[in-house]
């Protein structure tokens, strides 16, 4: 689905005021931000499948654009609660826009520590190696996660944001199962240990990311519902409908 940057709707929308030019702003630079971190994480995977060096550079130096997106966010949401006082929906909109930046920054320097991986890989792995060690999977999970809240935002639909909730259990049973997998590659494969290695530390980088998307799905929810889920497990439970 495009990006409409203008799809912010705030409680007043009868008369644009400068506190709704500033938050359709900030509502904007966030999806900036979201669509350069889905690009570095997705970038990562590419990098480490095919062992490409040159790729994995060029997220090392994006990394440098995903920080400066943080810190505008960070400077906007400031700005508009100093000068504007904001109230209800639209305070929650701040705070949440503030949090989720940080998520998503967080994101990027775990895409950024795959990209370095890659460069402290001597060789590519061989493509089963890869594919049992259930990075593939973890990464289809992440990436779906990452394009699921991104749509939960931009529509408004918290429904959707629960279901995140669901794919982060996925990551976690992947994540579980990593050390009895990485044994059986390691005795099926004794000449890979240092490379198997690093792609264990690819699995919980990849699993942290599903922390930070849930941690996304919570401030979604709190902005669309004033509802703060964090530490109440009873409702993250997804609707039976999707």
């Keep these: 689905m495009p990006i409409n940057p203008e799809q912010y709707v705030p409680e007043h929308p009868e008369v644009p005021t400068h506190l709704d030019l500033e938050l359709g702003k900030l509502r904007q630079n966030l999806l900036g931000m979201w669509n350069l ?31 400066a997106f943080e810190l505008n966010i960070t400077l906007g949401c400031e700005n508009i609660l100093a000068l504007f006082s904001p109230v209800a929906a639209d ?12 998520n998503l920054e967080r994101t990027g320097d775990y895409a950024k520590t795959i990209a370095n991986i890659v ?21 289809a999970v992440t990436l779906t996660m990452l394009h699921d809240i991104q749509r939960a935002f931009e529509t408004g639909d918290s429904t959707l944001s629960r279901v995140v909730f669901s794919k982060d259990e ?7 199962g990593a050390y009895r997998t990485f044994t059986e590659l390691i005795r099926e494969n004794p000449e890979e240990i240092p490379a198997l290695l690093h792609l264990l530390s690819v699995v ?35 609707s039976q409908e999707i």
């Design 170 to 176: 996925e990551l976690d049973t992947i994540n579980k």
């Design 119 to 139: 460069l402290d890989l001597e060789k590519p792995l061989p493509p089963e190696v890869i594919k049992k060690s259930g990075v593939p999977a973890m990464f």
């Design 37 to 67: 971190v889905i690009s570095q994480v997705s970038k990562a995977e590419e990098a480490l499948n095919y062992h490409d060096r040159n790729l994995a550079m060029e997220i090392k130096a994006n990394e440098k654009r995903v920080d």
């Design 91 to 102: 305070l929650r909109f701040v705070l949440s826009v503030l949090k989720i930046a940080y």
């Design 204 to 238: 919980r980088r990849l699993e942290r990311i599903g922390d930070q998307s849930k941690n996304i799905a919570e401030e979604i929810i709190f902005y669309l519902e004033a509802d703060l889920i964090k530490h109440n497990k009873s409702k993250r439970k997804p």
